[in-house]
């Protein structure tokens, strides 16, 4: 009798403490889960974010306006990082998502070369996008140029413009040519830079957004883009959730009536704002690059 008492006993408390030890594996489990899936309150990840120019006009305000919404890691010459160097550039983007591709020579300057112009805008590029794909990155955003269009001092382009635009060297005559050698070493090099992007993003699967920004705070050729509208543009293609394996979009100010802006309002969302910059520092004009063409 005192056996079976014992056994049921026994039997009892190992019921009792198994329920209670399982309830206590129970929430243990889930609140572990909670943590590791982030259903608890952490604030979500923020996008890591290099920044290649990140000392730069454009790079260093797109800095200070984006830090707080993404983590961001610069990449610069003026601190001793050279595009030009692959294997420190593909160590440095580990763990990156995306890319914002900034650096170059970013206008046609007296002195450079056309090697110039190739070395830093196509290699640089090339290293940029091969260090990118090595590293599983998302996405890249160039920073591509109205130039593509052949903006630049005396090449003719067709207008209103669309992003499927020819590019100047596949309609100009040689004889038709009435700039200078600057100006058609960084027209085509934008050009060859995009073209490298299109092939690792439809061959490779590595997103790229090419921005043809426009002359940034001032105007050239009739062309510009404020420098709020710039960042916002580049903001909207760092976080665009849909695919895009080579987009490339024109971006200017909203009041550039020879620039369809279409394309980047569907697609990005562009909402460009009133440039409230002074158009003092005007270059040249459409009307000089109108009278070009006859
Ligand atoms: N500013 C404009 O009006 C304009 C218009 C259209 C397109 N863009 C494009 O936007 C980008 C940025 O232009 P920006 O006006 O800010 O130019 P910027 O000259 O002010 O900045 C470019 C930055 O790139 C860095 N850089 C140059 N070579 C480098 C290298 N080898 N390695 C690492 N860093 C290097 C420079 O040190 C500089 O800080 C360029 O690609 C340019 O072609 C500019």
Not at 65 to 72: F, L, V
């Amino acid at each position: 009798m005192g056996l079976i008492n014992l056994f049921q006993g026994a039997r009892l408390i190992c019921t009792r403490y198994c329920k209670l030890f399982g309830l206590i594996i129970l929430f243990v489990s889930s609140h572990m889960y909670a943590m590791n899936s982030g259903l608890k309150s952490d604030p979500p990840k923020k996008l890591k974010v290099m920044v290649t120019g990140h000392k730069g006009y454009i790079g260093s305000r797109f800095v200070s306006e984006m830090k707080a919404k993404y983590d961001i890691i610069g990449y610069d010459l003026v601190e001793g990082d050279d595009i030009l160097d692959y294997e420190k550039l593909k160590n440095r983007m580990k763990g990156v998502d995306v890319v914002v591709h900034e650096a170059a020579i970013p206008k046609p300057t007296p002195g450079k070369s056309f090697d110039d112009y190739f070395k830093t805008n196509v290699q640089g590029t090339l290293n940029v996008i091969k260090a990118a794909e090595a590293n599983g990155v998302k996405r890249m955003v160039y920073a591509s140029s109205t130039t593509i269009y052949g903006v630049e001092g005396g090449i003719p382009f067709d207008y209103p413009i669309h992003e499927d635009q020819k590019f100047v060297s596949q309609y100009i005559k040689a004889d038709e040519l009435q700039m200078r050698d600057i100006d058609l070493s960084y027209h085509i090099s934008k050009v060859m830079a995009e073209q490298v992007l299109a092939w690792y993003g439809l061959n490779k699967k590595i997103q790229v957004i090419a921005l043809r920004y426009g002359p940034t705070d001032h105007v050239n050729l009739g062309a510009h883009v404020s420098i709020e509208n710039v960042i916002q543009a580049t903001d909207l293609a760092i976080s665009n959730p849909h695919v895009f394996w080579y987009e490339a979009f024109s971006i200017v100010d909203g009041d550039v009536d020879f620039i369809d802006l279409s394309k980047a309002k569907n697609m990005l969302g562009y909402n460009p704002k009133p440039a409230n910059y002074t158009k003092d520092q005007t270059i040249s004009s459409f009307d000089k690059r109108l009278n070009l063409k006859n």
